[in-house]
C-alpha cells in the first residue's frame, strides 16, 4: 500500500468518460478500456465497505443496467491496480 494526495489524482469530466474510456455515464466499466487509463483501487474498499468484508465490490458493466459483483483481490489483480490510500 502506498499513499497518494486527492491533488495528484485527475477525475475527468463525465462528458470526457465515453471518449477516453468507450463508456457512457454510470455504465463505466474498468475491463476493455478503449484507452489505457491507470486504475486504483481506495485501500478503504477493504475495511469499510460491507460486501468488501466479504471480499466482494460492484463495478460498472458496461451498460447502465449491468453491474459485476467481483472479488475485490481479484479485480485488482486482473486490473493491475494497486490499493492506494485516497479518503
Known amino acids: 500500500q502506498w499513499g497518494l494526495s486527492k491533488s495528484k489524482v485527475n477525475y475527468r469530466m463525465e462528458e470526457d468518460g465515453q471518449d477516453i474510456a468507450g463508456f457512457q455515464h454510470n455504465s463505466m466499466c474498468p475491463f476493455g478500456l478503449r484507452s489505457p487509463i491507470p486504475l486504483l483501487f481506495d485501500a478503504a474498499i477493504l475495511s469499510t465497505l460491507p460486501r468488501a468484508a466479504k471480499g ?5 458493466g458496461g451498460h447502465v443496467d449491468v453491474k459485476l459483483c467481483v472479488p475485490v483481490q481479484q479485480a485488482a489483480a486482473a486490473l493491475n491496480a494497486p490499493f492506494v490510500q485516497l479518503t
Open 56 to 60: 466482494e465490490i460492484w463495478l460498472g
